[in-house]
């Protein structure tokens, strides 16, 4: 503490800065200022900021007057039950005015539970002229096609069964009013429910870049002709929507939108694409591989990224024939979901690996590749040969002289009774060609990133990251 105390004030703003930086859902790093409750006992986690202001007024004095610790504002929570509602209410409240009043004039970037939107709008909505980004999550309980999910024991407050939720709230006279957001001037990046597209509440969308919809089923199934319709108008006409991000429960007879401004694309589901024509778009992110062909037909985009989740054993034949549609591409991921949710895959790395081989019309414009397989096996399925990945992996670094960076990520789950079959010295020479390739890739100014995770479902996982 001692020698913190000669630290001139612009250093320890920045390891101030730092304390309070980490990594939010939706959200690029960032110096966050977090609210956490906890339903049932209304108990949360006291935010770094609060606890470095407690060192000494020196601290204190930095802390109050550094504006970027205050200005990205955080508040998470389940439900709470009825008679922690007034509670609920006060602890956000007190909060959000706190960040306010010590980021000064300082833009803000939000992301707040719907179910709090309904008690601090009241408070944030006379600063829309602050705000940068206003990230909104779905309500944690939603009803499925055609049935009702039971609540109890948490409340819901009664707006938020409304179509306009969370938008609606109480003027001081007590009445319901919908608020405009036009006077939101520094608002460029937005995340909301399909509620908000399809209502008639003003947004400024002359500068929104980036938006972010979540289709509840809820909302899906409450909403009329007229509401699809100005949904079609928004997201055909917003003049400054660059990316644009859809996830949650697909509407039906929808028309196609086309909108020649988007270059960014993702999207939860592959189905999504069927509703949508972007010719101009530069980087794609689905969870699928169903549809994009047909996609990439209709729209003709000249795609520079490509990011594709594994979702089903069809991957492969998909893949082979999306990467002969794809000749500009620029970086390219490849990933499989996490192994609990995942089928047991009937091709490896080495089948993806091949794929990259056969389709030479990407051509030498492939910088990025990263590869991220978790591969279920079984004894039927024989050992995996890291030889074999190794070849592979050397033959597309060759076949593709502009690559620079290729990350390589495989997760093998094993059953205890196999574990040392892997634990053995062929297997530790094999890791050796590993890092024998990755030297020899650096030598060619490429940088490789090798990881190898061997996990056992009674010993846990073995990791072998050769960086």
Avoid at 117 to 141: D, N, T
Wanted: charged share 20%.
């Amino acid at each position: 503490m001692s020698l913190l105390a000669n630290f001139p004030s612009e250093i320890l703003q920045e390891i101030f800065i730092q304390c309070c930086t980490e990594t939010a859902k939706d959200m690029p790093l960032c110096c966050n200022y977090c609210l956490t409750i906890h339903p049932y006992s209304l108990d949360f986690a006291v935010p770094n900021q609060h606890a470095l202001r407690q060192i000494c007024r020196r601290w204190q004095t930095i802390v109050d007057g550094t504006s970027q610790l205050w200005s990205t504002i955080r508040i998470s929570s389940m439900m709470y039950p009825p008679l922690a509602l007034d509670l609920a209410e006060s602890i956000s409240r007190r909060f959000v005015r706190t960040a306010l009043k010590r980021s000064g004039t300082a833009l803000i970037d939000i992301q707040i539970d719907y179910h709090m939107w309904f008690f601090v709008s009241p408070v944030l909505i006379p600063e829309q002229h602050r705000w940068r980004s206003l990230l909104l999550g779905l309500l944690c309980i939603q009803r499925r096609p055609g049935t009702l999910t039971q609540v109890t024991p948490y409340f819901v407050p009664e707006t938020s069964q409304e179509t306009v939720f969370p938008w609606k709230i109480k003027n001081k006279a007590g009445d319901d009013t919908i608020p405009t957001f036009e006077n939101a001037q520094a608002l460029q990046r937005i995340r909301c429910g399909v509620a908000l597209l399809a209502s008639v509440v003003p947004l400024p969308w002359v500068q929104i870049v980036d938006l972010s919809v979540d289709f509840s089923v809820n909302e899906v199934e409450r909403m009329h002709e007229a509401g699809k319709a100005q949904i079609v108008r928004t997201l055909s006409s917003a003049p400054a929507l660059q990316r644009l991000g859809c996830t949650g429960y697909i509407p039906s007879a929808m028309p196609i939108i086309t909108n020649r401004r988007i270059t960014e694309f993702q999207c939860d589901k592959s189905d999504w694409l069927s509703l949508f024509n972007f010719p101009s778009l530069r980087s794609l992110t689905v969870d699928q591989t169903e549809n994009i062909c047909g996609f990439l037909d209709k729209s003709q985009p000249s795609l520079q990224t490509l990011d594709l989740g594994i979702a089903n054993c069809s991957f492969l034949s998909s893949f082979k024939e999306l990467l002969g549609k794809a000749p500009h591409l620029q970086k390219l991921r490849v990933h499989t979901h996490p192994a609990r949710s995942m089928p047991r895959l009937e091709f490896n790395l080495i089948d993806v690996l091949d794929a990259l081989l056969e389709h030479k019309t990407i051509g030498p414009g492939l910088p990025l590749l990263e590869l991220s397989i978790c591969q279920r096996e079984t004894a039927s399925d024989g050992r995996l040969t890291i030889t074999q990945t190794s070849a592979a992996l050397a033959k597309v670094i060759r076949q593709y002289p502009s690559l620079r960076r290729v990350a390589l990520a495989l997760n093998v789950q094993k059953s205890h009774k196999h574990e040392r079959e892997w634990m053995n010295f062929q297997t530790l020479r094999e890791l050796e060609e590993l890092a024998a390739l990755e030297a020899e890739a650096a030598c060619n100014g490429v940088v490789l990133k090798v990881v190898v995770e061997i996990a056992c479902h009674r010993e846990g996982a073995r990791e072998y990251r050769l960086v």
